[in-house]
């Protein structure tokens, strides 16, 4: 009657942690999940960000695509998460940097030297 006991004992403590160990899985792969589609969103909000301001250059600015040597959105605090502001660098000016911000569309906020 002992043995039958400590294997019905033993067979509880397996199912225990196997139920944990399953639980801890779904919890992590779930974070994990969050995480890369914040990653994603992020990246996809910096790629509209880029795109829009090329587009308000382009259209409403009349600058040419070839007077353009970069557009890169960066993070206005630091890290690597928003609010972005978009680095413009003309190619005629390359020590200039232009900063442009979307705000019901798109404006120039400041030029570094």
């Known amino acids: 009657m002992g043995s ?3 294997r019905y004992e033993n067979n509880l403590l397996v199912k225990g ?3 944990f160990f399953v639980i801890v ?3 992590v792969v779930c974070l ?3 995480v890369l589609y914040h990653i994603y969103s992020i990246n ?3 790629e509209l960000l880029e795109t829009n301001t090329r ?3 382009l259209q409403s600015r009349s600058y040419g695509n ?3 040597q970069s557009i890169e959105a960066v993070s206005v605090t630091k890290g690597w998460v928003g609010p972005f502001e ?3 660098i003309f190619k005629d000016e390359p020590n200039n940097i232009y900063y442009y911000e979307d705000d019901d569309g798109i404006f120039q906020k400041k030029k570094s030297y």
Do not use: C, D, H, N
């Open 32 to 34: 994990l999940g969050i």
């Open 25 to 27: 899985g779904i919890a």
């Open 55 to 57: 587009t308000y250059l």
């Open 44 to 46: 996809k909000e910096k």
């Open 17 to 19: 942690l196997t139920v």
């Open 4 to 6: 039958i006991s400590i």
């Open 86 to 88: 978009v680095r413009v």
């Open 66 to 68: 070839e007077e353009i």
